[in-house]
């Protein structure tokens, strides 16, 4: 009997690495199913994979609304596949000094980088075990074991990722669930655009988002028998 299809459910998934990751895990013979905020970027993704022959299921989800995190994903999960590798990929940065951070941005970034990777992975656990184990890849930062002026809030969320992640890794092994985390130094994705962003780095230098995909299938590939509990991948310029 072959095996099963493998299934990668990632967030973020519209642009920047997550969606490198959607055609990285497509060409690789995954099926998907794809989390982001506009339905309208998923669907052209969709169109641009349906070449590659896998089955790819969208919903637009905003992971900043916390009440709709676990509805959606039944929703999603419910159309008949069940992921077999859990990539968190979505979230956000602010650059501006912890003294002066409005409360509303602390909260939407601790919420979207942290509590609802939380949310994410609470939802999904049940169909994890039941299909016997999965493997959970959270996509961090090397602000996780660093601190950057300006970056406080960023550097704090990534290092409770990396605390949550290491906790579920502990929690899950007797369930065959596997937790591995990619951390990274600056890549060029959209981030650099956002308005709650303001940098001067030279993004020339920075990693590829394509690299990025690329060290997320490393991760995922490895047999079941063992983990990669942390993949550091640094642009060769330096620590951004």
Not at 3 to 18: K, M
Not at 231 to 238: C, S
Request: glycine share 8%; proline share 5%; charged share 15%.
């Amino acid at each position: 009997m072959p095996d099963p299809t493998p299934v990668a459910l990632i967030s973020g998934a519209s642009r920047g690495i997550g969606a490198a990751a959607a055609r990285c895990f497509a060409a690789a013979g995954y099926d998907l199913l794809l989390l982001a905020r506009s339905q309208a970027d998923l669907s052209a993704l969709a169109a641009e994979l349906a070449p590659l022959g896998r089955r790819v299921e969208t919903l637009a989800l905003d992971l900043a609304d916390a009440a709709a995190i676990a509805p959606g994903l039944d929703q999603l999960c419910g159309r008949g596949l069940t992921p077999s590798v859990v990539i968190n990929n979505a979230g956000m940065a602010y650059t501006g000094s912890l003294a002066e951070m409005p409360l509303d941005q602390w909260l939407r970034l601790m919420q979207l980088n942290v509590t609802a990777v939380f949310q994410v992975c609470q939802a999904l656990l049940p169909r994890l075990r039941a299909a016997g184990g999965g493997h959970i890849i959270n996509v961090s930062s090397h602000a996780a074991h660093h601190a950057f002026p300006d970056w406080g809030a960023y550097c704090v969320s990534k290092a409770a990722l990396g605390s949550l992640g290491r906790c579920l890794a502990a929690e899950e092994r007797s369930h065959g669930i596997r937790v591995s985390t990619l951390t990274l130094g600056a890549v060029n994705t959209p981030l650099w655009d956002s308005e709650t962003v303001h940098s001067s780095f030279d993004r020339r230098a920075m990693l590829e988002a394509e690299r990025a995909a690329e060290a997320l299938l490393y991760l995922a590939q490895q047999p079941a028998t063992l983990v990669v509990e942390d993949l550091t991948l640094m642009p060769a310029a330096g620590a951004f």
